[in-house]
């Protein structure tokens, strides 16, 4: 019995270390324990051999089997009451242990975590910065680029003289009326409805203080004549050296009050007005200087008979053999510069053979140039048409003829390149959005025609050409001709343009930059030229003069 109450108080003593408190100074006491009940086990042991000796003999061997019994017993009791408590001790250490390794693998996985979210919120932030660096150097682009279409759309806003040009033709329609009452009797060329061609008509003339208005006047043969155009070598078009051949027609029986020319005799025709042929045709051919010295000679004495003569006042210029140019001056001393061509129709197309200037040192004078004035005028017509209200297209005419002024550079070399581009780029791409690209397209355009020496005529041999332009079966055949064939022939002024063509880009950057507000005249083109006088020009558009 003391044994059996022994092992429960030590039971009792020994359960509470199995709960969840354990530490180090629990386990320490636990073998303290352990030894101390080795020792009672010591002591139980002696007792029994002492009360073993005690006994009988005869009850020994009884009493031996049930203490050994009881032994074993309370030593298995022993052993399992020492094994749990060291075995909860053990399984709550290597929990604790697993518990740490835990906390310890889920705190580096959180940080890596962490430390990837930081690194995508850093990303995230680096970002959304370079977004609103690049919406910033956007937003400055787009206000650079506004500020410089601001300065070219002023800079190209030059007046038009679209209302003086209107009053001129008005002006000359009637004039050539009044011309054609004065030669209604004789034998003269028969002056038609004069036409509008030329960069002060077709809306973007160069910057001079004095627009040239010019026109080309069509006339016909007079009666009892017939014009026979000889286009003579059509190798390279337009023909230079073409002629108007001038014969009779049998009128008999048709005019009244006219004899024939073929069937009068000399002495009869004597009493009639003299005939063209012995008026202003040099052999059969009809003479471009005399056609025209008789057509200013024809306006000064028609002009007498207007009303606008009592306002106006119109002299000749004697600048031109070939063409008329007339010098209209109103009441408030404003002058208008009217240059008249003299042209015969080829057939029924918009190609005619006009007395036009030309470069020439020296050109008979009873050759007639092949023009493409009129189609060309007809053609801007047609852009205007399909580009509505925002006829932005005058302006990149009007921006280049600034930019081109002072260097060896043609407005027919001009005119050309704009012509090609706008049939190749659709019209809805010349808006004001993209003025700055148009304009760089044309330079690109024109540095690439300069450097293959080819700028090919837009009119001929050009599959684009819209349907509406009626030309000769040789334009629409023929290979174009090349604009730019001075430059294979002369490599000295090859080189010169290119050098000059890395300027033009430099030029028109600065009328960009400086050009703040319209000015309100600009310098003319006699005063432009190269070195120090363009950048004087530069200067002078970008203030006020």
């Given at each position: 019995m003391v044994a059996l109450v022994f092992i429960f108080t030590l039971l009792a003593q020994t359960l509470?270390?199995?709960?969840?408190?354990?530490?180090?100074?629990?386990?320490?006491?636990?073998?303290?324990?352990?030894?101390?009940?080795?020792?009672?086990?010591?002591?139980?042991?002696?007792?029994?051999?002492?009360?073993?000796?005690?006994?009988?003999?005869?009850?020994?061997?009884?009493?031996?089997?049930?203490?050994?019994?009881?032994?074993?017993?309370?030593?298995?009791?022993?052993f399992g009451l020492l094994f749990w408590p060291m075995w909860k001790i053990r399984k709550k250490f290597w929990e604790d242990q697993d518990n740490s390794d835990e906390v310890s693998c889920s705190s580096e996985e959180e940080c890596q975590e962490e430390q990837e979210l930081e690194k995508e919120v850093e990303?995230?932030?680096?970002?959304?910065?370079?977004?609103?660096?690049?919406?910033?150097?956007?937003?400055?682009?787009?206000?650079?680029?506004?500020?410089?279409?601001?300065?070219?759309?002023?800079?190209?806003?030059?007046?038009?003289?679209?209302?003086?040009?209107?009053?001129?033709?008005?002006?000359?329609?009637?004039?050539?009326?009044?011309?054609?009452?004065?030669?209604?009797?004789?034998?003269?060329?028969?002056?038609?409805?004069?036409?509008?061609v030329g960069s002060t008509y077709e809306g973007w003339g160069l910057p001079e203080e004095e627009p040239i208005f010019c026109l080309l006047v069509p006339f016909k043969a007079p009666r009892g004549h017939i014009f026979h155009l000889d286009l003579g070598t059509t190798r390279q078009l337009p023909v230079k050296n073409s002629c108007i051949h001038v014969e009779w027609e049998c009128t008999c029986g048709q005019e009244m009050g006219m004899l024939c020319f073929l069937r009068t005799s000399e002495d009869e025709l004597r009493n009639q007005s003299p005939s063209l042929l012995d008026t202003l045709c040099t052999g059969s051919y009809l003479d471009v200087w005399k056609t025209a010295c008789w057509f200013e000679t024809l306006c000064m004495t028609s002009w007498k008979y207007l009303p606008e003569s009592s306002v106006y006042s119109l002299n000749v210029t004697l600048l031109f053999k070939r063409s008329c140019r007339l010098r209209l001056t109103d009441v408030f001393r404003r002058t208008f510069l009217?240059?008249?061509?003299?042209?015969?129709?080829?057939?029924?197309?918009?190609?005619?053979?006009?007395?036009?200037?030309?470069?020439?040192?020296?050109?008979?004078?009873?050759?007639?140039?092949?023009?493409?004035?009129?189609?060309?005028?007809k053609f801007f017509r047609y852009i205007t048409a399909r580009a509505g209200e925002d006829n932005l297209y005058l302006r990149y005419m009007r921006v280049c003829a600034y930019v081109l002024v002072g260097y060896n550079f043609s407005p027919y070399e001009l005119k050309t390149v704009l012509m090609n581009l706008q049939t190749a780029i659709p019209m809805e791409c010349w808006s004001w959005k993209n003025f700055v690209l148009r304009m760089e397209d044309i330079f690109h355009y024109l540095c690439c025609c300069l450097e293959q020496k080819c700028l090919d005529h837009f009119l001929v041999g050009n599959e684009a050409v819209p349907a509406e332009f009626i030309l000769p079966w040789e334009f629409r055949e023929s290979r174009p001709p090349n604009l730019f064939q001075h430059l294979v022939q002369d490599p000295d002024r090859h080189e010169q343009v290119l050098y000059e063509m890395e300027m033009l880009q430099d030029r028109f950057t600065t009328l960009l930059i400086y050009r703040k507000r319209q000015t309100s005249t600009c310098p003319t083109a006699e005063h432009i030229g190269h070195g120090e006088d363009a950048a004087q020009y530069e200067e002078g558009v970008a203030v006020e003069c």
């Open positions: 509470p270390l199995a709960g969840n408190d354990f530490n180090e100074h629990t386990f320490r006491h636990m073998k303290q324990h352990e030894l101390y009940l080795r020792e009672q086990m010591t002591v139980l042991l002696k007792e029994v051999e002492q009360i073993n000796q005690n006994h009988s003999r005869m009850g020994m061997q009884a009493l031996l089997s049930a203490v050994l019994f009881f032994w074993k017993t309370v030593s298995l009791c022993v990303e995230q932030q680096e970002e959304l910065e370079d977004q609103e660096e690049k919406k910033q150097q956007e937003h400055t682009e787009m206000e650079e680029l506004e500020q410089k279409e601001e300065a070219v759309l002023s800079l190209a806003a030059v007046p038009s003289h679209q209302e003086h040009g209107e009053m001129i033709l008005s002006m000359l329609c009637e004039l050539i009326k009044c011309s054609q009452f004065v030669i209604a009797n004789t034998f003269y060329p028969v002056p038609e409805h004069p036409i509008v009217i240059e008249i061509m003299l042209g015969v129709q080829q057939d029924n197309t918009d190609i005619f053979l006009s007395s036009q200037e030309t470069e020439a040192p020296y050109m008979p004078s009873t050759s007639w140039l092949q023009t493409c004035a009129v189609a060309e005028a």
